[in-house]
T-cell receptor
């Protein structure tokens, strides 16, 4: 069964450093997403991406964040200057089309900012 | 998107049916009911969705009341691997891209 894969599974970084979280969505999917979940809290939407541009973003997704689809397979989330409060689980998801009910989520990257 | 209300936690004996309720009294006519679950910090997993008819797939059944103000997700024979947080989400098919995950119901399946 096709799946969304995320790397690395765990990333530790120092405050102020840049991190790039990587995702490989399912190959025939067109809509891509990043969500995050701070430990013990809700899963929160960050951004959606379609046709090589951001289609929607939340208030959390400020200028420190950016997304990119550098080639036909990878989808990345960059945090420019990490803060302690960026420590969370980051989930990538993809959907075949906008109306598709099922979003496929990856297993997540646990980001720890120290 | 309409707001949903779910009990914070439930227990279910292994092998029995787990019935997870969800209230969505402000649902509008074009909004669907979706269920996802999250097993211990893994990525959320789609379970089932419906508009007004009851739905069944290999994972679960979804029962939606006639007035559509509430629904119940049924896991017919719960196993220990069904222990997870279950999210009921109401949204239109074409309204935005994201799913809003609330606090869900933490289901514990007891041996």
């Amino acid at each position: 069964e096709p799946e969304v894969t995320q790397t690395p599974s765990h990333q530790v970084t120092q405050m102020g450093q840049e991190v790039i979280l990587r995702c490989v969505p399912i190959s025939n999917h067109l809509y891509f997403y990043w969500y995050r979940q701070i430990l013990g809290q809700k899963v929160e939407f960050l951004v959606s991406f379609y046709n090589n541009e951001i289609s929607e973003k939340s208030e959390i997704f400020d200028d420190q964040f950016s997304v990119e689809r550098p080639d036909g397979s990878n989808f990345t989330l960059k945090i420019r200057s990490t803060k302690l409060e960026d420590s969370a689980m980051y989930f990538c998801a993809s959907k075949r089309e906008q109306r598709a009910p099922e979003a496929f989520f990856g297993q997540g990257t646990r980001l720890t900012v120290v | 998107d309409a707001k949903t209300t779910q009990p914070p936690s439930m227990d279910c004996a292994e092998g029995r049916a787990a019935n997870l309720p969800c209230n969505h009294s402000t649902i509008s006519g074009n909004e669907y009911v979706y269920w996802y679950r999250q097993i211990h910090s893994q990525g959320p997993q789609y379970i089932i969705h419906g508009l007004k008819n009851n739905e069944t797939n290999e994972m679960a059944s979804l029962i939606i009341t006639e007035d559509r103000k509430s629904s119940t997700l049924i896991l017919p024979h719960a196993t220990l691997r069904d222990t997870a947080v279950y999210y009921c989400i109401v949204r239109g098919q074409d309204t935005g891209n994201q799913f809003y995950f609330g606090t869900g119901t933490s289901l514990t399946v007891i041996p």
